[in-house]
């Protein structure tokens, strides 16, 4: 069993409306904080709400494990971030928040080609010996998270308690990152339900983790706009994936590169800055044997038979004939529209 302090639980429920440094630092650290009585905390200038919890609320015995904020295990990437989380709770390989992240965030109903460029961009992170975090929601965190597990370490955060299940469709990936190499953390008390503020919450902590954020599809009122916001707030680059002009899913990138953000214009663009290095046999650019660069970057974005055959220029037969050869090699499949898309990315 761990037990948290009544004065960090009572930071908990103020997450995210303090900022914690000052009263850390002056009150000797994460012990001091804990021993503090309410006129100590708020003569240190913690909230008049935050001192009154500190008196009234009963310390948390919990089998969940957490790092304080000023104490051992604690990100540095958070480190006298304003306004970051008192407590982080965890379950998983704590040692990675130490480790260099990208954010890759994007919308829940995504495109197939967001999903593409989601895995596409995760890869390249994690075999370069990067973190990717993302906040676990359907869609493009989902694939991001994924694909990281796969070639190297993720972290998700949570816009609840750890002890709270979440969507049903996530606590696979949950328990499978965890489990593996990753961390599923959060800033709020293992029990602490989910609601439209807490999300708004777990955003900040994504941004503030990462070195660079990426927003691979957004709309105009996506969630992961408002991660690209809190980056740009704490100083942190933020890159936007072009996405196919009229898509929902691509008006906010767009309005993200028209207002500054960097555009992504492959893997290079994101591990330059994020300040890694690609490995020897990371993705650096799309490549199929024996197909053009022009006709795998097409198939990428999805295309029609005959947007492929005038990129390829070739006749209708011939085309059907590559695509034919393609799909029997399991690296392309056909999807509604009649439009082709890459699967092997």
């Keep these: 069993m761990y037990r948290l302090s009544a004065a960090w639980v009572a ?17 000797g650290g994460p012990e001091g904080f804990a021993r503090a009585s309410a006129s100590d905390l708020i003569r240190h200038g913690v909230p008049l709400e935050l001192a009154s919890w500190a008196e ?6 919990t089998r969940v494990p957490f790092v304080l904020a000023g104490g051992e295990g604690y990100p540095p990437a958070l480190r006298n971030v304003p306004f970051a989380p008192p ?30 460029i989601a895995r596409r961009l ?36 949570l816009g609840h308690g750890l002890l709270v299940k979440g969507r049903i469709g996530g606590i696979g990936l949950r328990k499978r990152i965890a489990a593996g190499n990753g961390v599923v953390i959060s800033e709020f008390l293992p029990e ?9 919450q777990r955003n900040r902590v994504i941004a503030g983790l990462a ?23 704490t100083g942190r680059e933020v890159l936007s994936v072009p996405g196919p002009l009229g898509e929902g899913c691509s008006e906010g990138c767009l309005d993200l590169i028209q ?16 300040g890694l290095s690609p490995q020897p046999g990371s993705p650096a650019r799309l490549s199929i044997p024996g197909v053009e660069q022009a006709v795998a970057e097409a198939l990428l974005h999805g295309c029609t038979i005959e947007q492929l055959a005038e990129r ?9 004939g590559l695509l034919s050869r393609l799909e029997l090699a399991g690296l392309v499949r056909k999807e509604p529209g009649r439009r082709y898309y890459l699967v092997s990315l």
């Design 192 to 200: 602490y339900p989910a609601s439209k503020y807490t999300f708004p």
């Design 312 to 320: 390829a220029d070739l006749c209708v037969a011939d085309t059907l």
């Design 259 to 274: 207002r500054g953000a960097t555009m992504v214009r492959g893997e290079h663009t994101v591990l330059q800055a994020a």
């Design 87 to 116: 407590v982080l709770f965890f379950h998983g390989d704590i040692a990675l928040l130490s480790r260099p992240m990208v954010a890759i965030v994007g919308a829940r109903r995504c495109t197939p080609y967001g999903r593409r």
């Design 11 to 27: 930071a908990c429920r103020c997450s995210g409306r303090f900022d914690p440094w000052d009263a850390i630092r002056q009150l």
């Design 56 to 61: 009234s609320v009963a310390p948390l015995e």
């Design 211 to 233: 070195r660079a954020t990426v927003v691979v599809e957004a709309g105009h009122r996506s969630g992961a706009l408002s991660t690209a916001r809190h980056a740009l707030d």
């Design 122 to 157: 995760s890869r390249a992170v994690a075999a370069a010996g990067g973190v990717v975090v993302s906040g676990l929601a359907m869609g493009i965190d989902s694939e991001a998270h994924q694909e990281a597990l796969l070639h190297g370490a993720t972290v998700a955060v």
